[in-house]
């Protein structure tokens, strides 16, 4: 007989996990129903069995570590390795995937909880930063008012599958064992209906636009989701309802970029306003709570001197938090912009100006020019 560790592709060391990872795999891969129910594939598949109930079993792993198959043999009661209970076994390794093949899974005749549904909302930045009502129509499943969800035609009934008898389950033997899988007729539900219900056509369940109402909280990101508990589809024989999920996606917006809290907003200052100083207004989001007019701007001041690039932040003015009474900042962002299409008159005032300006009005070109300088020595070797 071939060694049980040869046999599962294992060393002997292997800890628990190891060999429940390779049964798993080799199981799957050699099981008759996926071989055409090949007798090859049946003994391989038998082979692997006995190697698994038997090195899995910490007392038979021992005996079997000690004296070989001579060890395990004699224990089982004559003849070769035996078995727990190989629903067990699969039930074990397996879990609820692969219950209905093995005989693990139930008869669905009892309540069903409805699916959950996703709706993809987008809003737009104002909404995220004050909150909003919302209307969606989404199409969820209902239970049928013609057959009040039974899914048969009114005055008639189900009947028990004659196939399963009503269990809901057929067992077939396969080589060796017994397979229990799912009543391919009833579909696991132990009935049939010969006359469907002409709205539904049997399925008990339509499916029907629905309007609901959303709050849209003040705060929310991109990306957030909102849950609509009991939104979701009906439930198949009375169960619950499932829920609904609104995933939500911002909008970008034409001046505001958003940053965590803060909103990012680039506004153009005169090139006059930054060299002398002076104010300017920038766009902000509202609220709603002040009126039109002034609420959606501010007064921002320039300080003499300013370069493209300078930020003035304005506490208080950005997004709200989802979880604290906490707001983000206005980041104005100031750019400066040079005058364009000037006159006869304005260049000669803007030559005289530029006359007039020493180092001492650009110190930026100042220090850069001599950075530059020493480069270029460097360079040149002069």
């Not at 917006?253 to 153009?268: A, M, N, Q, W």
């Amino acid at each position: 007989m071939r060694d049980y560790y040869e046999i599962l592709g294992v060393p002997r060391g292997s800890d628990e996990a190891a060999l429940k990872s390779a049964f798993r795999k080799l199981a799957m891969e050699h099981h008759p129903d996926r071989n055409g129910g090949s007798e090859e594939a049946s003994a391989r598949f038998k082979e692997i069995n006995e190697a698994y109930s038997v090195l899995s079993d910490p007392k038979k792993r021992a005996a079997y570590d000690q004296f070989g198959h001579a060890g395990v043999n004699g224990a089982q009661g004559g003849g070769g390795p035996g078995f727990t209970d190989i629903n067990d076994i699969f039930s074990e390794v397996f879990g609820s995937a692969f219950g209905d093949m093995f005989g693990g899974g139930q008869r669905r005749s009892g309540p069903a909880r409805g699916q959950d549904l996703r709706y993809d909302l987008e809003i737009t930045l104002e909404q995220a930063y004050a909150g909003a009502e919302v209307e969606i129509t989404a199409a969820t499943a209902m239970t049928c008012e013609v057959c009040e969800g039974s899914g048969a035609k009114p005055g008639t009934s189900a009947t028990t599958c004659p196939t399963c008898g009503g269990a809901g389950r057929v067992r077939a033997s396969q080589g060796f064992f017994a397979i229990e899988r799912t009543c391919p007729r009833c579909g696991g539900e132990g009935r049939i209906i010969s006359d469907p219900c002409a709205t539904c056509r049997g399925h008990g369940q339509v499916r029907r636009n629905r309007t609901l109402q959303v709050r849209i909280p003040a705060g929310v990101d991109d990306g957030a989701r909102i849950r609509l508990a009991g939104e979701g589809d009906a439930g198949a024989r009375g169960g619950p309802r499932g829920d609904l999920y609104i995933f939500v996606s911002v909008r970008p917006h034409d001046l505001f970029e958003r940053d965590g809290l803060d909103l990012l907003c680039t506004v153009p200052v005169p090139m006059t306003t930054a060299a002398l100083g002076g104010e300017i207004e920038a766009p902000c989001l509202s609220d709603g709570d002040a009126g039109e007019g002034q609420a959606n701007r501010l007064s921002v001041k320039v300080p003499e001197g300013t370069q493209t690039g300078r930020t003035v932040r304005i506490r208080g003015r950005g997004m709200p938090s989802l979880r604290s009474r906490e707001r983000g900042e206005l980041v104005v962002e100031l750019f400066v912009e040079t005058h364009t299409r000037l006159n006869a008159r304005q260049k000669a005032l803007m030559q005289e100006l530029a006359d007039l300006c020493g180092e001492q009005q650009h110190p930026e070109s100042s220090g850069f020019l001599n950075k530059a300088r020493r480069f270029w020595e460097d360079v040149t070797g002069g």
